[in-house]
DNA sequence: TAGATTGTTAATCGATTAACAATC
DNA sequence: TAGATTGTTAATCGATTAACAATC
């Protein structure tokens, strides 16, 4: 059963962040001006692609220049929500919910990871990554309190349901899931889930391809990286 | 500039671990078939889609039961490759690198992770998740003598690139590139990056998107995680 | 038989690509 | 001016969805 309406525009959506990066390292380099050619550069895009997902965002461009760098970089963010904050609490601290902790560029990106939880009582207390882990007993309390617009949830599958059933009932609407089984959410909600086999597979298959076309395949020009 | 042709149905290859994620539970159930319906069951698709989806895999199933459950597992890991296994060496054990060691279910699903390296001269000699971490130094002797399909990049942005060039030199054709920048490598290489934050964008824009419908949304039933 | 499901063909929808006039 | 680029409209391509006969 197919149900609630899809993301419009997914595959421009997913492309943005590569787009943020490469502004934000021409901005540092004193760039004023960035294409949709220069953009395209390097990520195995022809520019017409990136022209068109910036059009998305309401950007203006200026004609045989380009868009304004400083200008390109607020649209995208104004468009994906990242000119302000989603507050997060991350729940699990197992190794991926610690290598989410660290991970420097969510601040930069409007992700702010405020509370983190966890079961076991042997990690409750730790700090890790400078987040001071609390005990899940004091979640619900605590997530009323904070009205997070996110919960990333990095627990086992077999408890993923569960805790996001617990969130949801605290509040919660946005789920970014790691763990390895689906959840399902009230109507309101909103779910991504990350499965980090999906891109296994993809890896997989490009390479099974690659070989289904013979060790001496098209030797065209390459550099695929999506 | 696009190149190099694009994978065929990745859509599908993509959903495909997820398939094999709950068949491998309904085997476990000790249910001999699985229906296309029963397998949509709870992951937000419509049958259909993964009728579709199952038939690229070849396999064969039974009017009015269904696939067999250990036949369609088979199929499906057959048209991944993963049937074999891939070998791969993992460079750079940061939190992101440790996180990935410490993955349970590659084992299960054809990937084997025979070597690990860091230039960190301070990391090397540990163990991590019982993976010896070698020195950076060691790599191109260690490489070309295991040959292993697959390196995994869990190295800063900034050194992705060099050591990309260094596997190829040796050897190495397939890419997982957890780094933040894009690498490019020769014609008959293949590289599937991965970027943590397309999957927060896609979140990002999916509660914008809800919060534009208004918050009493068109309330048909939910569940989406994808 | 009745109900469920597969396999297949056709219709729809959306994303990518091409083409080009307008502009700096 | 010449060259590069934007903005926009149209064409193509591929994925999703619908429909239904055949089968168990």
Redesign the pocket.
């Known amino acids: 059963m197919?149900t609630s309406e899809?993301l419009?525009?997914?595959?421009?959506v997913r492309r943005m962040p590569t787009y943020l990066h490469k502004l934000s390292l021409m901005h540092s380099a004193g760039d004023v001006y960035a294409?949709?050619?220069?953009l395209a550069e390097g990520l195995s895009?022809?520019?017409?692609?990136v022209?068109?997902d910036?059009?998305l965002t309401g950007?203006?461009?200026?004609?045989?220049?380009?868009?304004k760098t400083v200008d390109l970089i607020n649209s995208i963010r104004r468009y994906l929500g990242w000119d302000g904050f989603f507050d997060a609490c991350l729940v699990g601290t197992g190794s991926l919910g610690r290598a989410l902790l660290g991970y420097q560029h969510f601040m930069a990106y409007g992700l702010r990871i405020a509370q983190v939880f966890d079961r076991d009582s042997r990690l409750v207390g730790n700090l890790v990554h400078g987040h001071y882990v609390h005990d899940m007993i004091m979640l619900p309390a605590m997530v009323r309190c904070s009205c997070p617009d996110i919960a990333i949830l990095c627990v086992p599958g077999s408890s993923a349901q569960g805790v996001a059933d617990l969130l949801y009932s605290c509040g919660v609407r946005g789920f970014w899931n790691f763990s390895d089984s689906n959840i399902q959410v009230g109507p309101d909600g909103v779910v991504q889930r990350e499965v980090l086999l999906d891109g296994f597979a993809t890896l997989s298959a490009k390479i099974i391809q690659k070989r289904r076309q013979g060790p001496a395949g098209p030797s065209k020009e390459d550099g695929d990286g999506r």
């Open positions: 197919r899809r419009q525009n997914a595959p421009s294409s949709a050619t220069k895009l022809d520019s017409i692609v022209r068109k910036l059009q950007a203006q461009g200026v004609s045989g220049v380009g868009y």
